[in-house]
């Protein structure tokens, strides 16, 4: 069975970093993509970045670019999304997924860890 | 970016209804698009993949339909665990957006 867990979520002020993790098991975490999306409070879904399966290809929304970083280790069957210069608006749950291939989908999630920006 | 609109953004419906959500892209997505129901304080889950195919383990009266630029999600006979939001995704190109959700809310 597919599990995806992630951690790391919290409290943090304006400008703070935060390091999320997702332990994977039930499959070969080498074998996929893998991604984050985040839902703020009360709103709709936005995916926030994906990343290819040794590492090498990574995508990001514009509003994340150059203060996040998607990466993995697949030998610990994690994936990471470190989280820097950190706004209020980055105020939302956080879900890891299995998939974000260009064409393809995601199929698995985990339960969220939630992140809140706030002085 | 591609937008994506979803339209109604909520219905209200009875058990046993047919029920029709639409999704449109701002430009042509081929067939890639995908369809995702949550529940309150829950995890998205997937539910159509590639605009027409049935994510394994998701009931029959699910189905999607469309390509280029319209999509539309139909439920055949609703139930009264098909009370959720629903979210239509494009993986066409980065970033792969998603629609404003459609919430499907008991009559």
């Known amino acids: 069975e597919v599990q995806l867990v992630e951690s790391g979520g919290g409290l943090v002020q304006p400008g703070g970093s935060l390091r999320l993790s997702c332990a994977a098991s039930?499959?070969?975490?080498?074998?996929?993509?893998m991604s984050w999306v985040r839902q703020a409070p009360g709103k709709g879904l936005e995916w926030v970045a994906s990343?290819?399966?040794?590492?090498?290809?990574?995508d990001y929304v514009d509003s994340v670019k150059g203060r996040f970083t998607i990466s993995r280790d697949n030998a610990k069957n994690s994936l990471y999304l470190q989280m820097d210069s950190l706004r209020v608006g980055d105020t939302a749950i956080y879900y890891c997924s299995r998939g974000g291939v260009i064409g393809g989908r995601l199929a698995n999630w985990g339960q969220g860890t939630l992140v809140t920006v706030s002085s | 970016d591609i937008q994506m609109t979803q339209s109604p953004s909520s219905l209200s419906a009875s058990v046993g209804d047919r029920v029709i959500i639409t999704c449109r892209a701002s430009q042509s997505i081929s067939g890639y698009l995908n369809w995702y129901q949550q529940k309150p304080g829950k995890a998205p889950n997937l539910l159509i993949y590639?605009?027409?195919t049935l994510q394994s383990g998701v009931p029959s009266r699910f189905s999607g339909s469309g390509s280029g630029a319209d999509f539309t999600l139909t439920i055949s006979s609703l139930q009264p665990e098909d009370f959720a939001t629903y979210f239509c995704?494009?993986?066409?190109?980065?970033?792969?957006?998603f629609g404003q959700g459609t919430k499907v809310e008991i009559k």
């Open positions: 995704q494009q993986t066409y190109n980065t970033p792969r957006t």
């Open positions: 990343i290819n399966g040794d590492g090498s290809q990574k």
């Open positions: 039930g499959f070969t975490l080498s074998d996929y993509w």
């Open positions: 590639a605009a027409s």
